[in-house]
């Protein structure tokens, strides 16, 4: 069984800053991508960003510029750096892994979500 365990959600000020980190654990064989997705009330949850293991990056626009996604293969984790954060930008964010689990069958695991606010 694959467990993604997300951390770093939390109040934050308009402008402000936030780093949310998403650990994966379990029987893992390969891990192809790894994303954050975003879902605030009343609205669809939508990607925020996504990184492949080796690399690329694929960003909302509506967080381009001001969200980074970063990933440290060997820990299987994967790090969303929000910066300028705006009105707009609260939601309870979700991790996801999608890859290859230890049974040979396709990973796609999500994380229990992590909750940003933003206000003054």
């Known amino acids: 069984q694959v467990q993604l365990v997300e951390s770093g959600g939390g109040l934050v000020q308009p402008g402000g800053s936030r780093r949310l980190s998403c650990a994966a654990s379990g029987s893992i064989v390969s891990i192809k991508a790894m994303g954050w997705y975003r879902q605030a009330p009343g609205k669809q949850r939508e990607l925020v960003a996504a990184i492949t293991s080796g690399g690329s990056t694929n960003y909302a626009d509506s967080v381009k510029g001001r969200f980074t996604i970063s990933r440290d293969n060997a820990k299987n984790t994967v790090y969303l750096q929000m910066n300028s954060l705006k009105p707009e930008d609260p939601a309870v964010y979700y991790c996801?892994?999608?890859?290859?689990?230890?049974?040979?069958?396709?990973?796609?695991?999500w994380g229990q979500g992590t909750l940003v606010t933003v206000s003054s």
């Open positions: 996801n892994a999608a890859g290859i689990a230890g049974t040979g069958n396709a990973l796609d695991a």
